[in-house]
Nanobody, 124 residues
Framework: QVQLVESGGGLVQAGGSLRLSCVASGRTFSSYHMGWFRQAPGKAREFVGAISWSGGTYYPGSVKGRFTISRDNAKNTVYLQMNSLQPEDTAVYYC??????????????????WGQGTQVTVSS
């Protein structure tokens, strides 16, 4: 069983930055693809980005150029650096682990483990 714990959320003004962290339990973190998703009230969970076990990164157009994912396998941690935040980025942000390396990073169903989420609120 893998446990994921996110942190780093909070309230920020438009144009500001936040860095989210996700710490994973277990010894096989380095072999997992890791994803970040977000969910705003009344909306479906949305793909924000992913990083493969080998370090390749993938982003949707809505955040590309503003968000950056990285990982530190020695610390079992994946990061989401968010810059130029806008009110529409307000959501609960979740990290997730694809333990079977399925790829198709945007699919929530491809992830086996999820964190509890951390709230990000961007004020205008």
């Amino acid at each position: 069983q893998v446990q994921l714990v996110e942190s780093g959320g909070g309230l920020v003004q438009a144009g500001g930055s936040l860095r989210l962290s996700c710490v994973a339990s277990g010894r096989t973190f380095s072999s997992y693809h890791m994803g970040w998703f977000r969910q705003a009230p009344g909306k479906a969970r949305e793909f924000v980005g992913a990083i493969s076990w080998s370090g390749g990164t993938y982003y949707p157009g809505s955040v590309k150029g503003r968000f950056t994912i990285s990982r530190d396998n020695a610390k079992n941690t994946v990061y989401l650096q968010m810059n130029s935040l806008q009110p529409e980025d307000t959501a609960v942000y979740y990290c997730a682990a694809d333990a079977l390396n399925r790829g198709n990073y945007y699919r929530t169903s491809n992830y086996d483990y999820w964190g509890q989420g951390t709230q990000v609120t961007v004020s205008s």
